[in-house]
């Protein structure tokens, strides 16, 4: 009898290692999974050739998508519009090159700055990058970035954290002397996003992402959201996170660990001594 719960307990216990092992594995696979869900993650656009002129205002903005390029040549003074979506879950990074006019005679020190809006044109903070530079009298181009935090499904109203939807990038000259205004230049803007998984994830979604006119339908009766940008693949449910993945794990775990402990304290069973019947 001894013999035989020695044996069960080891068939338990390595039952036991297996199951933890398995649920590790579930668990480091987490991301590689979601990775491969194309409603959790934005597929970047195409990184051919992208648009080569910008909007001068919110509501002309150029559409990018994530991981195009959109070039434009203006002067100096002037404010170039691009917008691109962001959808839940995803760190954006915006980036953009000045290249400056070569060979001008006298020309003064400049400051650039882009700044990055959401739908509702609220001005999104950068975590970190450069987002206004100096450029020098004899610099050829200034590189800006911003960094922004990662894309929340919902907040509260008072909040000003980033929600799906559009966001528009801003880049101007914020310091030049009137001398040097209306000098040309080329700009180049660029972005792209990481995804964050379910570690930013919130209970709550919006009933539709910040896109202006979304809710707004042609003669044709297809939305004009594509106009404004949105993401080729359509945007997330937002029902889909690696947190399912650590739930259904961990209760897997709990139960197998339930059967582990019911095996160890169940006892040796009826002794042999005691009479059938008793």
């Known amino acids: 009898?001894?013999?035989?719960?020695?044996?069960?307990?080891?068939?338990?216990?390595?039952?036991?290692?297996?199951?933890?092992?398995?649920?590790?594995?579930?668990?480091?696979?987490?991301?590689?999974?979601?990775?491969?869900?194309?409603s959790a993650s934005a597929s970047?656009?195409?990184?051919?050739?992208?648009?080569?002129?910008?909007?001068?205002?919110?509501?002309?903005?150029?559409?990018?998508?994530q991981g195009q390029a959109g070039t434009a040549q203006a002067s100096a003074g002037d404010y170039l519009y691009w917008v691109f979506p962001a959808d839940t879950g995803q760190r954006p990074t915006v980036k953009a090159t000045v290249k400056l006019p070569e060979g001008e005679a006298k020309r003064s020190a400049s400051t650039w700055q882009i700044d990055v809006y959401d739908g509702l044109r609220r001005r999104q903070a950068c975590q970190y990058g450069h987002q206004t530079r100096k450029a020098a009298p004899d610099a050829s181009a200034v590189e800006l970035s911003c960094v922004l935090r990662t894309v929340r499904s919902w907040s509260?109203?008072?909040?000003?954290?980033?929600?799906?939807?559009?966001?528009?990038?801003?880049?101007?000259?914020?310091?030049?002397?009137?001398?040097?205004?209306?000098?040309?230049?080329?700009?180049?803007?660029?972005?792209?996003?990481?995804?964050?998984?379910?570690?930013?994830?919130?209970?709550?979604?919006?009933?539709?992402?910040?896109?202006?006119?979304?809710?707004?339908?042609?003669?044709?009766?297809?939305?004009?959201?594509?106009?404004?940008?949105?993401?080729?693949?359509?945007?997330?449910?937002?029902?889909?996170?690696?947190?399912?993945?650590?739930?259904?794990?961990?209760?897997?775990?709990?139960a197998l660990a339930a059967v582990f402990g019911y095996s160890l304290t169940r006892g040796r069973g009826r002794p042999a001594h005691v009479p059938h019947g008793v």
């Open 1 to 38: 009898m001894v013999t035989t719960t020695s044996r069960r307990t080891r068939g338990a216990r390595r039952a036991f290692a297996g199951a933890l092992l398995a649920g590790l594995t579930l668990f480091t696979s987490a991301g590689a999974a979601v990775a491969d869900d194309p």
């Open 44 to 65: 970047p656009g195409d990184e051919g050739s992208g648009p080569t002129e910008a909007g001068t205002t919110f509501r002309t903005a150029t559409a990018l998508q």
């Open 156 to 254: 509260e109203p008072w909040a000003n954290d980033p929600l799906p939807g559009s966001y528009y990038v801003r880049l101007t000259v914020v310091n030049l002397p009137a001398d040097d205004l209306g000098l040309p230049f080329e700009a180049e803007v660029r972005a792209d996003s990481v995804d964050q998984g379910g570690a930013h994830h919130v209970d709550g979604a919006l009933a539709e992402p910040l896109v202006p006119g979304i809710s707004v339908t042609g003669a044709s009766g297809t939305s004009q959201a594509r106009a404004a940008g949105e993401p080729e693949d359509g945007w997330a449910s937002g029902w889909w996170t690696t947190r399912w993945l650590w739930t259904v794990g961990g209760g897997v775990l709990a």
